[in-house]
């Protein structure tokens, strides 16, 4: 799977080919599909490619070696947003797309990066109406691969926002959140750690989740899909948005950023995330991706509520908008990932696998000198110094 991560150059490029021929924003060629009765790009589809389906899997990248499996970045860990983009929401797919390279800086560069010693591998999600779909044919979720390159924007522009709405009181993120829920595997929630979920909305959630939309978004196997991917629910038994919200918290360090005060969105919405996890954006989107990165920052106790300030002042944060963003994020659960027992003990980039299925790497005294295959000579050629395999 190779070792490559995104960059700003690489980002360039997909927005330049997103709007290249006067196109006025980097999703406008995947609003143009729809609208020429196209449907949405597979890529983004929730039902998946035929051969992957609804399931989004953050998987480690290994390359072989020998009779070995190197694991190139460290272990995966998901990052996945779920984004309204109805009404005056709608402009969020472009806010995020903007910010990606800023974003992705804030998790993975400097003297302690927040996520340095994973392999960041990040998925965003868009959720608008049922009644955009039966009037205008607008999805009502787009959700994207985990990825780790320049196809973490590719994707985005797949995206289909939905930018109007029908001022109905609510939305629908109720689906999103059950595709985090039951059609996502981590695989960090193997090593007992969990990944990054965030929801983002001004509105109400549905509180039931109903099986004829389920089966409209993520196809008429999904609860097929649901049990190969581990839970074991029919249709008569369908979680509901509490239950489903609970259940991906099991798995998932899942926050609800309200944008906003409205007193019955965040009274329901605190309900269903608990306090702690229940944030009020300080600045509407504007700086949802500082939000996310000091989030995860805390959550891995990289950072601490001081050197938060420092680290948002240093990616060019004003110090009073560095004030509220902490003053937004300060009553989470500090340290929170680092309570996990093997939160310590995670392979790291290098190590060594006999099988890429297996949870550790080899003993380092089960590597020796002597290669007994033409393969394993050939490895250790390309490592100056290298082990040879047995």
């Known amino acids: 799977m190779g070792d490559h991560t995104f960059s700003r ?13 006067g196109k006025t924003g980097a999703t406008s060629g995947a609003e143009e599909r729809i609208k020429q009765g196209k449907g949405m790009d597979p890529l983004v589809d929730p039902k998946g490619l035929s051969h992957l389906g609804p399931i989004r899997r953050s998987l480690p990248r290994f390359e072989k070696q020998g009779d070995l499996w190197v694991l190139t970045r460290g272990l995966p860990m998901s990052e996945e947003t779920l984004l309204d983009t109805t009404g005056s929401m709608g402009g969020n797919v472009d806010l995020a797309f903007e910010a990606l390279p800023k974003s992705y800086e804030m998790l993975t560069s400097g003297g302690n990066p927040i996520l340095g010693r994973y392999d960041p591998q990040i998925a965003t999600a868009i959720f608008n109406d049922v009644e955009d779909k039966v009037r205008d044919g607008i999805p009502v979720l787009c959700r994207t691969q985990f990825e780790m390159d320049e196809k973490i924007a590719m994707q985005m522009t797949n995206l289909v926002p939905g930018r ?46 109903d099986l004829g939309w389920l089966k409209e978004i993520f196809g008429d196997d999904v609860l097929e899909r649901i049990k190969e991917n581990g839970h074991d629910f029919d249709a008569k038994n369908l979680p509901d948005t509490a239950k489903t919200v609970m259940d991906l918290q099991t798995r998932a360090h899942a926050f609800f950023l309200q944008v906003r005060s409205r007193p019955d969105v965040t009274n329901q ?64 659960p500090l340290g929170a990932q680092a309570l996990f027992p093997n939160f310590n003990k995670l392979p790291k980039a290098g190590d060594l696998f006999r099988e890429k299925t297996d949870l550790w790497p080899i003993n380092p005294d089960e590597v020796t000198l002597g290669s007994t295959s033409e393969a394993s000579g050939e490895a250790d050629s390309q490592l100056e110094g290298g082990p040879t395999w047995l």
């Open 164 to 209: 109007g709405g029908y001022g109905n009181g609510k939305e629908d993120p109720q689906f999103g959140l059950f595709g985090a829920a039951y059609l996502t595997a981590a695989s960090i929630n193997r090593w007992g750690l969990k990944y990054y979920h965030f929801t983002v909305s001004d509105e109400p959630v549905v509180e039931i989740i």
């Open 269 to 332: 919405w605190r309900d269903l995330y608990g306090a702690d996890h229940f944030i009020m954006l300080p600045d509407s989107t504007e700086y949802l991706h500082c939000v996310k990165a000091v989030i995860i920052g805390l959550t891995e106790g990289v950072l601490d509520l001081q050197s938060a300030k420092d680290f948002l002042r240093e990616h060019g944060v004003s110090t009073e908008d560095a004030k509220r963003i902490i003053r937004a994020v300060a009553h989470i």
């Open 9 to 21: 150059s690489a980002f360039s490029r997909v927005r330049d080919q997103a709007t290249k021929g």
